[in-house]
């Protein structure tokens, strides 16, 4: 199987290399998200591919919170991938929310309250424990 990465990189023409563990942390920017977006819902997007591009979005959404202080207009778009695809996306969803850290709310990601919204959906719990 080839390495998700490695595809995504090339669609997007970024850089990568295999031991770049945290790649689709570090080449998510937030003037991009429209493009992973695009990509996203195209229909030859792999699972695994798409798992990589819902974290350079929710990336590129904390982002733009941490530094302008609020939710971008794409948020809402992100939104509905991530309630439309909760089989693919609910332990992403529970891990940027932070629901199961230990770390306080005014310490965990910027987003973690929005995430926290969708958490409370019971479809996501469902979809988890099993």
């Known amino acids: 199987m080839r390495d998700p990465r490695a595809i995504l990189a090339k669609r997007l023409k970024e850089p990568y290399s295999p031991k770049d563990q945290d790649w689709e942390w570090v080449a998510s920017k937030s003037d991009r998200v429209w493009e992973y977006i695009f990509l996203y819902q195209k229909p030859f ?10 974290e350079m979005m929710l990336q590129a ?7 302008f202080g ?24 529970q891990y940027w929310s932070g629901i199961h850290s230990f770390v306080p709310m005014c310490n965990s990601w910027a987003i ?19």
């Open 70 to 93: 609020y939710l971008p207009r794409f948020w809402l778009k992100v939104r509905a991938l991530l309630l439309n695809n909760i089989s693919i996306h609910a332990k992403t969803i």
């Open 61 to 67: 959404v904390n982002d733009i919170k941490l530094e």
């Open 112 to 130: 973690a309250k929005q995430l926290r919204v969708l958490c409370t959906h019971t479809v996501i719990s469902a979809r988890v424990r099993r």
């Open 45 to 54: 997007v792999s699972r695994a591919e798409k798992e990589i591009l819902m």
